[in-house]
């Protein structure tokens, strides 16, 4: 939990045209939210990050954080957060909108509670399907008993919103899989964005983090954000193995999860001098650390290229990295990458595949500006901020009425 938090008994009696229930979100999610409550009425953010704070017409309550440590506590903190949430819609007064995110999974059968309990309308933001990403990560097995009923909750949640959003046209067709034909009332796809204001390109000489890092005159392939079971990485270790004896390329990781225990114990068995791990950088501090990548690592695990589309692909290209995107060809992710010119694709257990791409745009730096300023252009013409926003309004705009 944050620090001070508000107490129940000492909140005013206010009433709400929305709350949106999402455990963490990004600055540019919070930002997004805090302008469309501007224009739609006051709104309430429940959620574990604590960077987040009230402003204008968004009050932000902080509730228990996700725990990614392990397993275990993962699945804990997303328990611990449905409890708070809960008991937080309790409170409400009125029949406010609530927009769920699968974040955690739990919360869009959270919101098909009070709809059933207090009538309240809801729409689900999904950023991951599940049970399938539980299925891949071995907490249960696919046909289980327990599978094939995490499954139809997920569908009656989805099957009583009023709106499902998702990041791409694979994972809605597998949500329509999901419901088994069920028609939902409205299924949008909505790209992830970016604060494309905050996070831009900033050159190493001027960036005091690439000073602290010793990035100055390399070429830095980044991967930033969690390491978690559903991201193989392995590949680029092997990569990293292969281009040890260049001076120009180093490889960093920022940021923890399940994998990077593993990770480290197999640069430190390779004795790997251009591989590097750093913890999670402070919110103020990402725009710095994110534009350390040269070129940027957006990894998706075989199998689960349906589930999820990973938003740290729009936060690189803001900063004008070029895109290092493991996946399949064919993924949603792998298609973006190969038709908008802004990076390469491979196979993440492909090494030699990989190191052959950095050394070739360490060979020509002319090549790598050109990828990196097309990803910076796209970014601000197709995933900013401006760009969502118009669509996100009218979607809202009907079903968030003043209180």
Request: proline share 7%; charged share 20%; with cysteine.
């Amino acid at each position: 939990m944050s620090s001070n938090p508000v107490a129940p008994n000492e909140r005013p009696s206010k009433r709400y045209a929305w709350v949106i229930l999402n455990q963490t979100i990004s600055p540019a999610f919070e930002r997004l939210v805090a302008r469309l409550c501007d224009e739609l009425g006051p709104g309430l953010l429940l959620t574990g990050s604590d960077f987040a704070r009230s402003s204008g017409q968004l009050e932000v309550r902080h509730g228990p954080a996700y725990d990614r440590r392990n397993l275990r506590r993962r699945l804990a903190s997303w328990a611990r957060f449905a409890l708070w949430a809960s008991a937080e819609c309790a409170r409400l007064k009125g029949a406010p909108f609530l927009l769920a995110a699968t974040n955690p999974p739990l919360l869009p059968q959270v919101a098909l509670f009070f709809r059933k309990l207090r009538r309240f309308p809801y729409g689900v933001l999904v950023w991951d399907i599940y049970p399938e990403h539980l299925v891949h990560i071995g907490v249960c097995r696919e046909g289980s008993f327990v599978t094939q009923a995490l499954t139809r909750a997920s569908a009656l949640a989805l099957e009583g919103a009023e709106f499902v959003v998702t990041l791409s046209d694979s994972m809605a067709a597998t949500l329509k899989r999901q419901t088994r034909g069920t028609p939902l009332r409205s299924l949008e796809v909505i790209p992830n964005w970016a604060d494309t204001n905050a996070l831009r390109p900033l050159h190493k000489q001027d960036n005091p983090l690439a000073w602290e890092l010793g990035q100055r005159d390399k070429l830095t392939v980044l991967y930033s954000g969690n390491m978690g079971a559903g991201h193989t990485l392995s590949g680029v270790i092997e990569a990293a193995a292969l281009l040890e004896s260049d001076p120009r390329v180093e490889f960093l990781f920022i940021g923890d999860g399940l994998s990077r225990p593993a990770l480290e114990a197999e640069v430190a068995q390779r004795k790997l001098k251009n591989v590097r791990f750093f913890d999670y950088q402070p919110h103020d501090r990402l725009p710095l650390s994110l534009a350390l990548g040269d070129v940027a690592i957006v990894a998706q695990a075989p199998g689960t290229e349906h589930l999820s589309l990973p938003s740290k692909t729009y936060s690189s290209l803001a900063v004008g990295s070029a895109i290092l995107a493991l996946t399949s060809p064919q993924s949603d992710l792998g298609k973006f990458v190969t038709e908008q010119r802004v990076g390469a694709v491979h196979r993440a257990d492909d090494g030699t595949a990989i190191a052959a791409t950095v050394q070739n745009l360490a060979d020509a730096p002319d090549e790598l500006d050109e990828l990196r300023t097309r990803a910076r252009e796209l970014a601000v013409e197709s995933y900013s901020e401006d760009a969502v926003y118009t669509a996100w309004r009218a979607l809202l705009a009907p079903l968030v009425s003043p209180p």
